[in-house]
Structures are given as structure tokens and as C-alpha cells.
């Protein structure tokens, strides 16, 4: 029967204490609009005639947080499919529990899979333990308790490969911090290795910071877009596991890109000879346009960011020498007027390449980060949570959940080129300089060219 335009859902369920609550989804175009905390978490709970849309358990378990903490939520929703197989009869209650299962399993599923960080928290833990017991008793051979077993197994491996991966990280950064002298003064800057001495193909650069790039994306968690701009943490008072850094993997990605751009503003400035500063420069140009043909903007947008850092900038005697028509090009394709407009059109056409893509290289799409998290921040602050009735804004919900299950799709993306294990060391970990001294080496390279300028070297020595 066909469905008016607006269609409101009422039903009553059990609250958090057993007691009756009435509840209401209102609807527009078969499309849920808005509804009470108390009917979403119901509307996630399976029972034996009824799964929920996978489109529907991936929004609110993404968006949920906004609202109470992923614990709070997986409680409710696992006693609420417990207390709703109750008949008073404990035989009853078994075989209808059983037969209820393995949708819970499926659910428990979906969730550890896509957010496992959230059962970073020893309570979500706790939680998942007491449902395989509470399976167990079900049945002890049946599909269901196998399924939680593996289920439990898989999350543990990600878990795992997700401290190995930070701690490869922290190690890095810790060496990238040793800063050797060499680095601090210019003169003595033939004791250090460049980039073309590591690779001198712009191309393999480009593949070996896809590879970086790919890396990094595949551990940022579909949450942390979220929990990034959540105006208050409801974990902030916990002293469990999951007190650690929400968006940490995020945050990690951001702080690549901002070495990248600084990596390339040092060996712009390093170099003691013009010509030999203007071929650096030229190399990296080629470098952002192989990143570009790649699809790979998050790189090309921090070479274009190192390169108009004030201490690159500002070197005109060495721009005198370089050939700028692809890097007008390229700063053309990445112009952040009318909002990005250019590369928003570049965006679509390497997601629609993609999409069609016969070619693992051609899969490839890794956005300007930086633009991705500041769309789904503004599209966070400039629409309401919650409506004047108190209903959660479910429009809101599935338009930051269209945002980030698109990066879902580009993260997944396995990068195809062949890994130079020598050429992602110097990336990662190679020293580079501070804002400060690189505009000590940028003057020592052309010397100042006004006032402001004398005074800033002054400050600087």
C-alpha cells in the first residue's frame, strides 16, 4: 500500500527499568526523518522476524555517540534483545533466544567490524564476553556461539594491528625528532642526503607517498570524524582503556601531511646552490602532478603547501630559474575559491574512475583530508541535532553517514605499487625544519630583501 508523504510510527517498548515507553519514528518518502533516542535504539534491536537496514545499523551506530556512549548504547541494545524473548517460561525463553541469535550475532557483527575501536573501552569488552556466554547457554555447538568466537578472534587481530601500528608511529616521529646538526646549520648541510639522492623519479615518489598515504587512511576509524567534533565527550570521566585519544589516528594523519609540507619546504631550502634549489623545485612540481594523475590529492595539496610556505615563496631569484606552468596548473586544480570548486570537479572524476575501475591504480582516491574533515565539521555545526520536539534529526544523521562511508570506500583501497623500503624511511623520519629555521636557511639563501625582512633574520639569529 502506497505510504502518504509524511508517515508517523508509534509503538510502546520496554525502558531502561522495564517500565513502557511510547515511542515515534516519523518518516518522508519511506526515509526516516526523526525519531526518540528510545525508538532509534529499539529500531536497532533484531528480533526473530526482523533486521534492521544495514544502511540504518552503519548511521546510528556512526552518529549514536552524539548522543550516549557507544557502552550505554551496546547495553541497552543487548538487554533489550534479551528481555524481549521473555515469556516466564526458562525453556520458552531458550529456544526463542536461540532462534533470535544469530541476528544478534549479526548485528555484533556489523559492529565490531566496522567501529572496532570502540572496543577499545574494557566494558565494551565485558559486554561482548557476557552475550558469547549468554549465546553459550543457548547452545554451546550451535552456529551462533561459533560465529561470536570468530567474531571475537577478528576484533582482537584488528585490535592488535591497530597498537602495533601506533607504536610504529610514535617510534617514527621519535626518530624524526633527533635532529642532528647538520640540520641546523645550512653550511653543513652537505652531511645530509636529499631527496633526489634517495629517489630522483618523480613518479616512484609519488607512488611511495601513496603507499604513506594508503597506510595511514586504513587506520583512522569511521568514528573519529564524530568524536572529533562532539561538543562534550561523554567518556571524558572514564579511566578505562578507552581513554585514550579518540581521534588520535586521525589526528596522526594530519600531522603526516603537515610533515609533508614541511619536508618539502626543506629541501627547497636546504641547498646552498640556486640551480641546485630550483631543480629540487622542479622535481617536486613533477611530483604533484604524478600524485594528481594518481588521485592522490592529499600529497599533491602538501608539496603545493610547502612550496607556498613564506620562506620557499619568497626565494625569486631561484623561482627566476624554474619553468612554472604545470605548478600554475596544478595550484589552479587545488584553488580553494568558490569552496574548493575545481578540485571538488577533479574529486568526482578520480571517485568516478574509480567506481568503474578495471585497475587497482585506478581505485585509487585519497582526498584533501584537511577539506573531508572540515565539510563533515560545518555540516555538523550548521544543522541541529535535535528537533524542537526533541526528536533526533535522523536527515542530519544520514548525510554525515553518506560523508564518511565514502571515505569508508577509499580507505579500503590496497595500494598496488611496489613498496621502496628506503625511500619510505627518508619520508617518514628524515629531520626537518622548523618554521624558524626555515626562514634562517631561506636568508641565508637570498638575503633580505627589506626592512621587515632584516628584522625578522635579526630575531631569528
Known amino acids: 500500500r502506497e505510504q502518504p508523504p509524511y508517515f508517523i510510527h508509534t509503538f510502546f517498548t520496554a525502558g531502561r527499568y522495564g517500565e513502557m515507553c511510547y515511542v515515534t519514528m516519523c518518516y518522508h518518502d519511506n526515509s526516516l526523518v526523526s525519531a526518540s533516542l528510545e525508538a532509534l535504539i529499539q529500531h536497532l534491536v533484531p528480533t526473530v522476524d526482523y533486521y534492521p537496514d ?6 546510528f551506530l556512526l552518529s549514536s555517540r552524539l548522543f550516549l556512549h557507544p557502552y550505554e548504547l551496546m547495553t541497552r541494545v543487548c538487554h533489550l534483545c534479551v528481555e524481549q524473548q521473555r515469556s516466564g517460561d526458562a525453556l520458552l525463553d531458550k529456544i526463542r533466544f536461540r532462534e533470535v541469535a544469530p541476528k544478534l550475532v549479526q548485528l555484533l557483527t556489523e559492529w565490531t567490524e566496522t567501529f ?6 574494557e566494558r565494551m569488552m565485558r559486554c561482548l564476553k557476557d552475550m558469547t556466554h549468554h549465546v553459550a547457554r543457548g547452545d554451546e ?6 560465529a561470536m568466537q570468530q567474531m571475537t578472534q577478528r576484533l582482537i587481530k584488528r ?4 597498537g602495533q601500528y601506533e607504536e610504529a608511529v610514535a617510534a617514527l616521529n621519535a626518530v624524526a625528532l633527533e635532529r642532528p646538526a647538520s640540520l641546523k646549520s645550512k653550511q653543513a648541510s652537505g652531511q645530509r642526503s636529499d631527496v633526489m639522492s634517495v629517489c630522483d623519479d618523480p613518479f616512484i615518489l609519488a607512488q611511495q607517498l601513496t603507499h604513506i598515504e594508503l597506510d595511514r587512511l586504513s587506520f583512522i576509524g569511521p568514528e573519529e570524524f564524530i568524536q572529533s567534533f562532539a561538543m562534550k565527550d561523554p567518556l571524558e570521566n572514564h579511566k578505562g582503556f578507552f581513554r585514550k585519544r579518540k581521534t588520535s589516528n586521525l589526528e596522526a594523519y594530519i600531522n603526516w601531511f603537515n610533515r609533508l609540507s614541511y619536508l618539502v619546504a626543506t629541501e627547497i631550502c636546504m641547498p646552498v646552490k640556486k640551480k641546485h634549489r630550483a631543480r629540487i623545485i622542479e622535481f ?3 611530483v604533484a602532478q604524478e600524485c594528481f594523475n594518481i588521485g592522490n590529492f592529499n600529497s599533491l595539496m602538501a608539496i603545493i603547501t610547502g612550496m607556498n610556505m613564506s620562506p620557499v615563496a619568497r626565494l625569486r631569484k631561484t623561482w627566476s630559474k624554474v619553468n612554472t606552468d604545470k605548478f600554475e596548473i596544478l595550484e589552479h586544480q587545488m584553488d580553494p575559491s568558490s569552496n574548493f570548486s575545481n578540485y571538488r570537479t577533479a574529486l568526482r572524476g578520480a571517485t568516478q574512475r574509480s567506481e568503474t575501475a ?19 565539521y560545518f555540516l555538523n555545526e550548521g544543522c541541529a541535532s535535535r528537533l524542537p520536539n526533541g526528536h533526533i534529526n535522523f536527515e542530519k544523521l544520514w548525510e554525515l553517514a553518506k560523508q564518511v562511508s565514502e571515505f569508508l570506500v577509499w580507505r579500503q583501497v590496497i595500494c598496488p605499487f611496489d613498496r621502496d623500503r628506503r625511500i619510505l624511511q627518508y619520508l617518514v623520519t628524515t629531520p626537518v625544519f622548523s618554521e624558524d629555521e626555515l626562514h634562517l636557511a631561506s636568508y641565508e639563501s637570498e638575503g633580505p630583501e627589506n626592512n621587515m625582512e632584516k628584522d625578522s633574520r635579526r630575531s631569528l639569529r
Open 54 to 59: 544495514r544502511s540504518y545499523v552503519f548511521t
Open 159 to 162: 585490535l592488535s594491528a591497530l
Open 116 to 121: 572496532p575501536y570502540d572496543f577499545r573501552d
Open 141 to 146: 555447538v550451535s552456529y551462533s556461539w561459533r
Open 284 to 286: 617536486f612540481i613533477d
Open 358 to 376: 578495471h585497475s587497482s591504480q585506478e581505485k585509487i582516491v585519497i582526498p584533501f583530508f584537511s577539506l573531508l574533515i572540515k565539510d563533515i
